[in-house]
């Protein structure tokens, strides 16, 4: 895990470079969570989910501050569709807190378990940090996946076939754009896959993970799943309204988990006894 000091564009919560075994298999998302799997799990639509947002008068932690979420984020109660982006089914979920998420996996599991399609001690489950970053770089180490990051201003070349990110987001883009942006997510799917066949890792949506977020702890761990306790909880891989060095396969974020936003969302893993 991390990044080598001679990655351009590395940031120091990237280091010290960690080895990392994991022991125990895994199985990810092809693609972030959509639209229309969230609603078949939770029977909520994209709006409906903005709407009950909007009006959520709960008083959450974000770092210390005790807000209502509309007000933490500056959000308009009655005016939904300035911060909305499209609603089709293809795109990915979006407007999730690391808490939806987690009750997606468990309402998931739960429904997998009913249907006898789940096996005991298998779970459906956010990612750990460290099986999210195994998992985009599907057996590179340059900064992408499909090689290194150099930029040319805004541009990254390496980028465009892989991810959507602020050099080529608004390419294209038609419909309701957050804030008037001019852009937003994409259907999931459309860039190339890494060598697993994993799409979407890098750019679209950021992508929470279990993790609390803390320091890499150098040399050598097995099956790490980060600080005990936190203030923020990780995300990774950038988003459409990210740059360029956002995108990379170290590069971290960190958030507060009630928070949710037009650039963020998420994608499931399938672990065993985790």
Same mark, same amino acid.
């Given at each position: 895990?991390?990044?080598?000091?001679?990655?351009?564009? +590395?940031?120091?919560?990237? =280091?010290?470079?960690?080895?990392?075994?994991?022991?125990?298999?895994?199985?990810?998302?092809?693609?972030?969570?959509?639209?229309?799997?969230? #609603?078949?799990?939770?029977?909520?639509?994209?709006?409906?989910?903005?709407?009950?947002?909007?009006?959520?008068?709960?008083?959450?932690?974000?770092?210390?501050?005790? #807000?209502?979420?509309?007000?933490?984020? +500056?959000?308009d109660r009655n005016n939904p569709d300035k911060i909305m982006a499209n609603e089709n089914d293809s795109l990915p979920m979006y407007f999730v807190?690391?808490?939806?998420?987690?009750?997606?996996?468990?309402?998931?599991? %739960?429904?997998?378990?009913?249907?006898?399609?789940?096996?005991?001690?298998?779970?459906?489950a956010l990612p750990t940090e460290a099986q999210w970053e195994y998992a985009c770089r599907a057996g590179t180490t340059t900064a992408t996946f %499909?090689?290194?990051?150099?930029?040319?201003?805004?541009?990254?070349?390496?980028?465009?076939?892989?991810?959507?990110?602020?050099?080529?987001? #608004?390419?294209?883009?038609?419909?309701?754009?957050?804030?008037?942006?001019?852009?937003?997510?994409?259907?999931?799917?459309? #860039?190339?896959?890494?060598?697993?066949?994993?799409?979407?890792?890098?750019?679209?949506?950021?992508?929470?993970?279990?993790?609390?977020?803390?320091?890499?702890?150098?040399?050598?761990?097995?099956?790490?799943a980060g600080p005990a306790t936190g203030t923020n909880r990780v995300d990774r891989g950038g988003s459409w309204g990210s740059g360029a060095n956002?995108? +990379?396969?170290?590069? +971290?974020? %960190?958030?507060?988990?009630?928070?949710? =936003?037009?650039?963020?969302?998420?994608?499931?893993?399938?672990?065993?006894?985790?």
């Amino acid at each position: 895990m991390g990044s080598p000091s001679s990655e351009a564009g +590395r940031k120091g919560d990237e =280091s010290p470079q960690t080895e990392v075994t994991i022991t125990k298999e895994y199985w990810m998302g092809k693609t972030e969570v959509t639209i229309g799997q969230w #609603k078949a799990v939770t029977g909520l639509s994209i709006r409906e989910q903005v709407i009950n947002m909007l009006n959520d008068d709960t008083v959450y932690d974000f770092g210390g501050q005790k #807000k209502i979420l509309r007000d933490y984020m +500056r959000f308009d109660r009655n005016n939904p569709d300035k911060i909305m982006a499209n609603e089709n089914d293809s795109l990915p979920m979006y407007f999730v807190s690391w808490n939806d998420a987690m009750r997606f996996c468990e309402k998931l599991t %739960a429904q997998e378990r009913a249907a006898g399609r789940l096996p005991d001690g298998y779970a459906y489950a956010l990612p750990t940090e460290a099986q999210w970053e195994y998992a985009c770089r599907a057996g590179t180490t340059t900064a992408t996946f %499909a090689g290194p990051l150099i930029t040319e201003g805004r541009d990254a070349p390496v980028l465009n076939s892989i991810a959507w990110y602020s050099g080529n987001s #608004k390419m294209g883009y038609q419909g309701r754009s957050p804030n008037n942006s001019s852009a937003g997510p994409h259907n999931a799917g459309e #860039k190339s896959a890494n060598a697993w066949g994993l799409q979407d890792m890098p750019g679209n949506l950021w992508e929470w993970c279990r993790d609390w977020y803390g320091p890499y702890p150098g040399g050598k761990v097995i099956d790490p799943a980060g600080p005990a306790t936190g203030t923020n909880r990780v995300d990774r891989g950038g988003s459409w309204g990210s740059g360029a060095n956002d995108e +990379r396969s170290a590069n +971290r974020a %960190a958030n507060p988990q009630p928070e949710k =936003s037009a650039w963020r969302g998420f994608r499931v893993a399938l672990t065993i006894n985790n």
